[in-house]
């Protein structure tokens, strides 16, 4: 195979659909080379996942001491990972859901990484808010479930909004990611046999592929992108709002909803990158995922980095503007105080380092992609820890003033989650059509030159 | 039920079938093409309605049931806000209309679907999920190899009778 | 059977009720202050004897209990004329004493909107 | 919580049903009731007992507060005219000295190897009749006792007892005696007595270092009458307290103005105020007999004169001066332990009682005739004579009486050798301290709340001490131990004492008291009485004596410059530990130091200017040295003193490793000299000492995050008014505005306010709120986290206000932080799960049971006064004893707060509930309230117009903390007055 794109294209129509699915399966079927880098990866991430489990009990068990969070900073690393992985839970339905409605065809291959990520990514942010309860073993609490106390949710608390909002965004993608992959799982389950046939039988619901099948099956696709595109700026409006409703200082502003949906488009693309450059290689799909895909991707994170920027500027701008003595000490103190070498590192990562995607050559070169990858996810999870916790280490009141660091357990279970997230990645994306089977056939039907149809 | 190699035979073959007067073919393709969905006459879908009235349960529902939790306990009262504020109602009515209609969407998508493919028992064959395309043409047995040949002429690779 | 032969008060024993928290239990002075005279013969009141002679308080076994972050105020409910039985039950009839009302929150809730009384959370938690 | 458990077992012992119901988590399934039931204990109620405060001379009258036979709580007497119904810090913590875990459990001997070894008390009893006997025949005066101060009924046991023995060798030790007043007052009206001080009655107070509001005399009563006599002189353009001392203490950053001399010169700044009185011939005409005298005595002293050696500029002290007599009755108090007690102090009080004498305030604001009972303090040099004579071994027995002199006395004194040299040291202390490890017997008192006795600390005040509960261990009063001692010693001993017990020997005497000892029944009732009110107290009128000839004992040279060196070392006493007693308090410890903020731990005070010369940072270990000793402590950079003064709080470095004060920090008195140069007295100052940073930073525990003001901060919290202003009622400058109509409060909104200008600092509502509220003690490590648990803190915030020539202005607020019970709270909303809202009686609720901990509110509470468990924190036994069974526990992983004492006032409307009545204003006083010496905090019902609180909260003073933030507080401030302050800063 060969980086060039259009490999497949080249072919003619039929063979090149048959090749498609050849392709394809073969992502599936152990044939792969890279089966057992895979089957490692997978194993890996479980056992550390495993290890911050293990911590987590701990914390139960001994209470929240043993991580650094103290009097008056409450919240740390844990919330600024929530926020974080909700973050990355944006791209993928950007991609597939409004590109797709913006019949930006380049998405489609992308498309099938995208929504798994997403899918992964919200179940990464999802053990947050209860990993950082005083007493998660009372989580369920935050459910509105009849009780014999007659006691029900405050619906006025942002985090019953942020309950709301991630788990209606959790369903819907799912959907939404399943519905795409019915015809795909009712090409595997005609190409195979035993109990993976059953399995894939179940899966496919029954699918044959008439045209009336595909003109719901269009409807309904094309209402949930729409749904999901409102869906996914309020999701990330509704947890800036966990911030933007406080009276906190550094956290009480207005541009925080768009501010924060830039942001977490630009880290979820970025994470993409950071998950397919490698992945094509791993996967064999590079004539599905070519460089042109990466490059559209580099495109939009310049874009998105200006906005960010643009965000910056403005928040520091209305702190100034805006007189409040306090607002002012609080970006005096970010920009000079204990957390500044990450205020700074933010705004490296975010608005300096992306602008190297102005050049072509880099946006077309897969090590600097991958680099620049890890920078921005870096820049983007110290933006959310300034924004938490420089926030708090410095309010209203001086005499209780405080530094936060996060201590070994804190990492741990940060490093837990990630690993948690690249293991259930790594799980489905070797366990499902790659590279949406059907839509990459529509696009071939669609190129090819239309012969004359007998009168 | 003929297979086609080519997506412009099976187009030729349903206008091959309008011709010779046997309606209610029913074309089975791949992928999703909008040429085969107009020639085959597969133009609406009761999925969108489905939606509409799901999110708009939803919504409803969501606003009443807040409100009436928030009755259950009207000492409840949180920073001098009125006992049942709006905004935050109409966040979570919002997310809620969302949900319900997207769960509407895909099981309206399932039921219609399933309507669909009544009536087409036996016809599929598992090439038409890799790269050809089928038409199922219901007639009285007698004209069966009459429009089986018609279909072969516009290039079907086989045909059967099922 | 105090209750239902001798039709004796509650708060003849569980004096607590009308001036504390707690009804409380009455000390093995006050059942031998009676038991002196009364229905000696009796092997329980015998018993009862032999422990007040030996100095060992009597070990009631316990049917109600309430978490430590409740506050449940006996006097008040007595003096809100709530009858020791809306709880206890009626003990006349009871051969052995067992729970009535489930003491649980949702069961406090109803009594108190029944009779207007608070429902701010406040009136127990503390 | 295994701390509970174990609370519940002890009662489970004591029997009673109803606190077994109340304190489960995990309910026993037993009730034991009790077999005769006590007629002054109901279940579940809570009974008062009135007794005295020993933890310091003052003597402070108090109630302490039981449920079920435990001792919870321990609050003021209002009965009592000493401390009015009010407690200090260091008194309401001892509760927590009666349940410290090191406590001597049983009598102790020592063994051959030196280790003690449980004896049981008749043995005891015996054996040291047995030493007496013997030191009996050794001849007279060979038993010394060496102990706390004592009046009334043990003072003559012990007299006669040791008069008995043969023995006048009694010495009543206290750590800071107050001889120069004493000798003063001698000289002056031939009166060896400490004054009465009316700090109430002065229009201006100046004083010469005296810390009358921390540990000096009696500051309970001081503080309160400071803040009244504050109050009234609110609009006073002068203020009302100038301090002249090198160091500003608590009592300092409390005054309205503040001279540093240079140390030791303070007695030439007095004399010299005195010599501008008479100069300007403005001495009051009650004066007029002894002005030419003093005229001759002070003429030395012109202002001018003493400017170079007292570095104070001649205009300031005319001015103070004129203020001094313009200001009638006035009051010049002299002396005080950190301050200025030093060669020179018998002439600075000399030179006070002049001034006074000059403004015509003797009889007014100083009264003699009553007395005190510190006028009957062993002396220096009692101390030291004795001490020789314990090393020449001309002491058989020891016997040392809660007093630890070991620890106390200045190692430079020797008494630590010398007590080594006594054949047999037997000790009355309760817990473990320095003294007790050389003791060779150790009999174990009563701790002062579990036992009989009375104390008198001033002529008219007979203060009685009665048990509030059973003694906790196998303890005896040492009244009983010496009654029955003397009856084993010899039939002499024995008629001499009688056969009798110390409860009985000490009604005896009421009883006689009370009424013509034929007279039963006025008899009975008197003790009656004197157990409901705590004493007998009655009015003593003062005396006016006549000055005497005091030329001659004001010899000092006025030109004479203090000997060099680069420093001048200060020890001063310390707010929370005295002289180190009180160190082994948890409590004591966690709260932090008023004035530094320090918890858990020592430092030492540089002068910001002294520590850049010698290039020293916050935190960095420096070594101190002086002629008699070496200590190595952190360095705190305090602006409050001299740049040539460095300062040391007493009571760190406690040998004795008990488990809270033990090897904690290390002992300033190391460095102090056995008398002050040149005079017999005790001196807490050590000149010409030498500084240097010998180590990097060290970890130094400040609460406060910073206490001046910063420029990444914005301006202070705590507000102040200049007095000229202080009726001008300012636009509000943030009118509220609001979408919503505010809450409609049914029956009661419940509010408080806070008068910042009466507000010390003394940190005694913090203590309070600790014992009321179960607060849990998170210990040093996680105090240096910032975990500390605190409900109210009180902040300092210091202002800048420039200084007038030598005249600084300390501008100082100190500002109680408590939960603000906000109508429109950050809190409430942000909670999911309803577990804090907005109760309908305007309380912001905290439902620890509902509480999943979130930490949201925290996050979102602009005043950050709520506390999360970050742990599952313990009550190490049997300190869980004294939990107040009306409050909560609250378990790992709950956000808690202040919430105006809700137990009290759902326990004040079931009080008026049960008889009938309707809550009347004043019924609900939250601990805080209760305790405040300096009665600033009122709190009460602001839907009636009549409280006091709503009139307060209508002063023109009044503000809101961060009120900009609209966030409604229930409690209001009133700015604290300062001279010169500038406008309204925002």
Known sequence: ?455 | MAIFERRDDLLAAIAETGARRVGGATAFAPAFDERILRAAGATDSPVASWTLAGGIAGAASALAFTVWTIRQWPTLVVSGKPLIPWPPLLIIAFELMILTAAAAAVIAFLVSARRARRGTRGAYDPSLSDARFGLLIPCEPARAAEIGDAMTMCGAVTWRIV | MHVADDKLDCELCHSGARRSPFAGIPPVERCIGCHKYVLTPHPEVAKLRRMWEARKPIRWTRVYTLPQFVRFDHASHVLAKVGCETCHGDVASMDRIGRVVEPAMGACVRCHRERRAPDDCLTCHY | MIERRQFLKTIGISGSAALLEQCAPTPSHELIPYLVAPDDVVPGVAAYYATTCRECPAGCGALVKTMNGRITKAEGNPAHPIGRGRLCVRGQAAVQSVYNPDRFRTPLLRDAHGVFQPISWPDAESLLAAKLGAAMQGGADRVAWIGELLTGALDTLTSTWLAALGSRRRLFYETFDYEPLVEAGAIAFGRREVPRYELDRAGFIVSFGAEFLETWLSNVEFTGAYARARRRQLRDPEGTLLVVAPRLSLTGLNADAWIAPRPGSEALVALAMAHAIVADGVAHSSAAPYVRGIASAVAPYAAERVARATDVDAATIRRAARRFVAARPSLAIGGGVGGTSDRHAVQLELACLLLNVLAGNIGETIGYGAGHAVDRLATRNDMLETTRTMASGGVDVLLVHHANPVFTLPPAVGFADAISRVPFVVSFAGAPDETTDRAHLVLPDHHFLESWGDYAPRAGVASLLQPAAAPLFDTRATGDVLIEVANQITADTARAVGRTTWADYVRSRWAGGAAAANDQAAAAAGWQDALASGGRFEAVDAVRPALGDVARALAIDPDAQEPAGPFTFIACPSTHFYDGRSANESWLQEVPDPITKIAWGDWIEIHPDAARRLGIVDGDVVRVTSAHGRIEAAAHLYAGMRPDVIAMPLGYGRLRSSRHAGARGSNAALLLPPTAAGSPHAVWRASGVRVERTGPRRVVIMLQAHVASREDAAPPLGKIVDPGRADAREPPQHPPVDLFPPHEHREHRWGMAIDLNSCTGCNACVAACYAENNIAVVGEQFCGQGREMSWIRIERHAHTVPSESSLHRPANVFLPMLCQQCDEAPCESVCPVYATYHNPEGLNAQVYARCIGTRFCSNNCPYKVRRFNWARYGWEAPLGEQLNPDVTVRSAGVMEKCTFCVQRIQGAKRAARLDGHLLRDGDIVPACAQTCPAEAIVFGDLHDPESRVSRAASDPRGYHVLEELNTRPAITYLRRSVPGAPGDER
């Open chain 1, 1 to 455: 195979m060969s980086d060039e794109p259009g490999a497949v294209q080249a072919l003619p129509v039929p063979d090149a659909m048959r090749r498609v699915t050849r392709d394809v399966l073969a992502t599936l079927e152990w044939r792969i080379p890279s089966w057992l880098a895979y089957w490692g990866a997978v194993g890996l991430c479980l056992f550390v996942w495993s290890i911050a489990a293990l911590v987590w009990a701990y914390q139960i068990y001994t209470g929240l001491h043993i991580t650094g969070m103290l009097h008056p900073v409450m919240w740390g690393a844990y919330i600024t990972s929530f926020v974080f992985w909700i973050g990355i839970a944006h791209s993928g339905t950007l991609i597939s859901a409004i590109l797709f409605l913006l019949r930006a065809h380049w998405r489609t291959s992308l498309a099938r990484a995208a929504e798994t990520m997403t899918i992964v990514a919200v179940m990464t942010a999802g053990i947050f808010p209860i990993l950082h309860l005083g007493r998660a073993w009372l989580f369920y609490w935050l459910v509105p479930y009849p009780n014999e106390r007659g006691l029900w949710v405050n619906f006025s608390s942002p985090l019953i909004w942020d309950a709301t909002a991630v788990g209606t965004y959790f369903v819907v993608s799912f959907l939404f990611w399943f519905l795409a992959l019915i015809p795909d799982f009712a090409a595997v389950r005609d190409r195979s046999s035993g109990w993976k046939r059953w399995i894939f039988e179940r899966l496919a619901l029954g699918w044959t592929g008439t045209a009336a099948e595909w003109r719901h099956f269009r409807t309904a696709y094309t209402l949930l992108a729409a749904l999901i595109a409102v869906l996914v700026v309020s999701v990330h409006s509704i947890v800036s709002w966990d911030f933007a409703v406080a009276v906190v200082p550094g956290w009480h502003s207005t541009i925080f909803a768009p501010y924060f949906v830039v942001g977490a488009i630009f880290s979820g693309l970025a994470m993409l990158l950071t998950l397919m450059v490698p992945g094509r290689f791993l996967l064999e799909i590079r004539d599905y995922v070519t460089i042109d895909h990466l490059e559209n991707v580099a495109k939009l994170l310049v874009a998105m980095s200006l906005l960010l920027t643009y965000s910056y500027g403005s928040e520091m701008f209305f702190a100034w503007y805006r007189g409040d003595p306090f607002e002012r000490a609080q970006w005096v103190f970010r920009a000079g105080g204990g957390y500044a070498p990450l205020f700074w590192l933010t705004l490296l990562c975010n608005s300096v380092a992306p602008l190297a995607f102005l050049s072509r050559r880099v946006r077309r070169n897969t090590t600097a992609l991958f680099a620049l990858s890890i920078v921005i996810n870096v820049g983007m999870w110290s933006e959310r820890f300034v924004i938490v916790v420089a926030s708090l280490a410095h309010e209203y009141n001086a005499y209780s003033w405080g530094t936060y660091r996060p201590t070994v357990f804190e990492w741990t279970v940060l490093a837990g989650s990630a690993a948690w997230f690249l293991f259930w990645f790594l799980l489905l994306i070797g366990h499902i059509p790659a590279v949406p089977m059907a839509e990459t056939k529509e696009r071939l039907l669609e190129t090819a030159p239309l012969e004359g149809v007998p009168a």
